[in-house]
């Protein structure tokens, strides 16, 4: 069952833009390796700035954003100025709202139901992370989203049903402790 989402926050006046002289030095073409322990693969970055003066057909994709999608792949963001909220969904299908502020950084994986919206401030400026080729597909809410390998394989991954006590205490007891100093 869906539940209604959360109110909708005042908006105000955007803040004036940041001064770029104490950002981070980024250019849109660029790569950085991400946690090499984890993944060898190399990330592409870009930066987007979230406001009315600054992003094309704005209203249009303030409203997108706001669809509860799912991606095929992770979506990672690195805020850099301004505050926004991710919502997303918990096991019982309830919102869960995140905020996201400069200096935050969110990972969401793939296949995981979302949605973005910005605070009162009507600002954000983030840095959008990929692993291998820029891909911002949004798949709405629906059939074809719950059909979606993205999002069995979050299900898989976030939603399967813990292991029954037995079990766990099985697992818990074939884990190596640390020796004791």
């Known amino acids: 069952m869906r539940r209604p989402p959360p109110p909708s926050l005042p908006r105000s006046s955007p803040p004036a833009p940041p001064s770029l002289e104490n ?3 980024i250019n849109q073409s660029s790569s950085i390796n991400r946690n090499q322990s984890i993944n060898q693969s190399i990330v ?16 249009a994709k303030i409203k997108a954003f706001y669809e509860e999608h799912l991606h095929s792949d992770e979506e990672i963001r690195y805020v850099l100025d301004g505050r926004g909220y991710f919502d997303v969904r918990d096991r019982d299908d309830r919102w869960i709202r995140i905020c996201c502020e400069k200096g935050d950084l969110i ?5 995981i139901y979302h949605r973005f919206t910005l605070d009162t401030g009507d600002y954000v400026r983030a840095m959008r992370l990929f692993v291998g080729e820029p891909v911002w597909t949004p798949i709405n809410r629906g059939p074809e ?5 993205a999002r069995a394989a979050y299900e898989r991954a976030f939603l399967a049903p813990p292991p029954p006590p037995q079990q766990q205490q099985q697992q818990q007891q074939q884990r190596p402790r640390a020796a004791a100093a």
């Open 23 to 25: 950002q981070p030095s």
């Open 44 to 59: 592409k970055q870009e930066i987007v700035n979230i406001r009315r003066d600054t992003l094309p057909d704005y209203d």
């Open 107 to 111: 990972v969401l994986p793939e296949g």
């Open 145 to 149: 989203a719950d059909a979606h390998e």
